[in-house]
């Protein structure tokens, strides 16, 4: 991870935000594009990041979409502001109900945290394989005690569901964490022990839900073709 100074922080967080003001404009008014459900490839379940709706995750969805996938959005989850435990019931939910197998998770920052609670504790039926996840919180965010909503306060260092989900560490070769080298929202990085590493040469949060190279990276991850940390 490269570190940055407060000031250059503060410039990335400028930057970065009207990435994320495009999808909040559309938020819950834009429907499931129906040819998402099409595909013979492995399922995608895509995962929001808090205060997200599931168009955050749209650029990437349809990527997926068109190489073959069924991508499944949980318009359910509207804001994605409740609980990590009972958010990945809820998905979890839906995986069942729709009896889907061999899904691959798709997430952005709480959505991977989500996501590995999935993996570890909630997939009793061995539905999912594996994981991709951008800018995930795995160790906390040194910015989350800042934030007097409770939603953020989940990301706290030392937060105890999130010292629980990191002593599972055996699911950790089922993720692929891809992130930027500096994140304004999670100074400490999205490096994840045991995963496979996917730095991308960029600075922000949202950005790389929008740009080329993440989607890119995120359909290699899921094809197969990351090219990994080393």
Do not use: C
Not at 3 to 18: C, E, I, N, Q, T
Not at 38 to 54: K, M, N, S
Not at 62 to 80: E, F, K, M
């Amino acid at each position: 991870m490269t570190a940055a100074s407060p000031g250059r922080r503060v410039r990335f967080l400028l930057r970065d935000y009207p990435w994320a003001l495009r999808a909040r404009a559309r938020g819950l008014h834009v429907p499931v594009p129906s040819r998402w459900a099409e595909g013979d490839r492995a399922p995608i379940v895509l995962i929001p990041g808090v205060y997200e709706t599931w168009n955050y995750l749209e650029a990437v969805g349809d990527r997926l979409a068109r190489a073959g996938h069924p991508v499944i959005a949980l318009p359910s989850l509207r804001w994605n502001s409740g609980p990590i435990p009972e958010t990945a019931t809820e998905v979890w939910r839906e995986i069942v109900e729709r009896d889907l197998r061999d899904v691959i998770l798709v997430a952005h920052s709480k959505g991977g945290i989500i996501g590995k609670h999935l993996l570890a504790i909630d997939d009793t039926e061995q539905r999912i394989d594996r994981m991709v996840t951008m800018a995930s919180p795995f160790g906390g965010s040194r910015m989350a005690r800042f934030m007097p909503q409770r939603a953020l306060q989940e990301f706290r260092i030392g937060d105890p569901l999130l010292t629980a989900l990191a002593a599972e560490s055996r699911v950790n070769a089922r993720i692929t964490s891809i992130y930027p080298v500096v994140d304004p929202h999670v100074p400490e990085g999205s490096r994840l022990e045991g995963a496979v590493n996917v730095p991308l040469r960029m600075a922000g949060h949202f950005q790389l839900l929008f740009d080329e190279r993440g989607i890119q990276a995120v359909v290699d991850a899921v094809d197969g073709a990351a090219r990994p940390d080393v």
